[in-house]
């Protein structure tokens, strides 16, 4: 990615904001879909007829789309700048939602959200993008951690909100009006959401070779790898808690269903608090490990606790979701670790790689929850039980342990201390 500087013109400053804060819009308007999911779920599978498997799988297909085209959205963005790609992205996200709303069948909640997939995956990687072209490379850990804050602090107020809607609109009406908050949105961006200079591709290649030749340099860096398998494994538990499971999970545990949902609000209102504090914490130790083992250490605690503690009320419950999320913001670290060993030129590349990893993870976290839960329920462990949630939730459990291993084993990148 080259680093323009902002724009010279009047109002540069203003238009900066409009841009980045459209795009961020755009994370936020998809995000919020997503993490509804959580709250709907149990509406549209009694509405379709699906198992509870079949839950677990919608979810899990958008994640893996999603995944599988992150690796090409930065080399994208480097290549085409944030205009030309996620203005297209948005109408995609606004036709899958409506898809989503009308659909009658197993197949077609699935093609849904494949079309869903495609757009969104440019998103977040792309309000990184904005950010660091119209402020500076400087300040991009800030400001992706931004937009995860964002992303997150709306992802909270939207589950309950939705929680309200819900009991006076059916999911699909519901959808519907979502479906054309985004035909809005894409009128916002097509008035604010610009480039703060023309976007030139790099070279002489052919297209497809030059996004092929930015993934491959970036590729080749191990350290990438590794900040990608530890942030994927965090960000994979969070996928499964904030997106399908959470809800259920506090549900075992006894509260009833509307604080079930508060609480796995909490978990993105945690997240958002992190995301302001784990890149300030970086910057002002200097040290990308330190934040990341810490953050990663109060998930592996607040995640033991709501699976193996006995049930001592619905706010500890609510608390340990909080300290969860908060955690959870060390994740946004990996970002921060992988753009520290490459050029800046190849910092749009390395995160669509992290985040690419980290929703191809975080599909299997999601999934294998409903099929642990299917597996017990065979076995005679009885269905909604505090058993069979420990059954089911041991990949998660498991993962964030090996994030912690992998954290803990890696090199500090910290721009100055000689180690890229």
């Known amino acids: 990615m080259q680093a323009p500087a902002l724009s010279p013109l009047p109002g540069g400053r203003r238009r900066a904001w409009l841009a980045w804060a459209t795009a ?135 589950q309950n909100l939705l929680g309200v809607a819900l009991e006076a609109l059916a999911w699909r009406p519901l959808f519907a009006r979502v479906c054309g908050m985004g035909v809005l949105l894409l009128l916002a961006a097509v008035l604010w959401l610009r480039d703060p200079a023309p976007v030139t591709s790099h070279g002489h290649a052919p297209f497809l070779a030059g996004v092929l030749q930015s993934l491959a340099s970036v ?40 604080m079930a949902n508060l609480g796995a609000s909490m978990l993105w209102l945690g997240l958002a608090a992190g995301c302001f504090v784990a890149p300030w914490a970086s910057d002002h130790w200097r040290r990308r490990k330190g934040p990341v083992l810490v953050g990663i250490a109060l998930q592996l605690v607040a995640l033991a606790s709501l699976l193996y503690l006995p049930p001592q009320g619905a706010w500890l419950d609510i608390a340990l979701c909080l300290l969860f999320g908060f955690g959870n913001a060390a994740h946004m670290l990996a970002f921060s670790t992988a753009a520290d060993v490459v050029e800046p030129a190849r910092i749009g590349t390395s995160a669509a790689i992290v985040n690419g990893l980290m929703f191809i993870v975080g599909g299997l976290m999601i999934s294998r929850p409903g099929m642990r839960a299917s597996v017990a329920a065979d076995a005679g462990v009885a269905t909604g039980s505090l058993a069979m949630a420990q059954f089911a939730a041991r990949p998660l459990l498991l993962g964030i342990g090996i994030a912690w291993v992998i954290a803990a084993l890696m090199r500090e990148t910290y721009p100055g201390h000689g180690t890229h």
């Open 219 to 258: 590729a080749r860096r191990g350290h990438v790898w590794v900040a990608a398998a530890f942030g994927a494994l965090c960000f994979g538990a969070m996928l499964a808690l904030g997106v399908v499971w959470g809800p259920k999970l506090l549900m075992v545990r006894g509260l009833p269903a509307d």
């Open 24 to 158: 961020v819009a755009f994370v936020v308007y998809y995000f919020s879909f997503q993490t509804g999911y959580s709250i709907v779920n149990a509406s549209v599978q009694k509405d379709v007829g699906l198992s509870i498997a079949q839950v677990g799988v919608i979810a899990a297909v958008y994640t893996w789309m999603f995944a599988a085209c992150q690796f090409l959205s930065g080399p994208l963005l480097d290549r085409l700048g944030a205009r030309r790609v996620l203005l297209p992205a948005i109408v995609l996200v606004t036709l899958g939602i409506g898809m989503f709303a009308s659909a009658q069948s197993f197949a077609m909640l699935l093609l849904s959200q494949l079309v869903i997939a495609l757009g969104a995956c440019t998103g977040f990687v792309g309000a990184g993008y904005v950010g660091g072209s119209w402020f500076g490379w400087a300040r991009f850990s800030f400001m992706f951690g931004l937009v995860q804050f964002s992303a997150s602090l709306f992802s909270a107020f939207n």
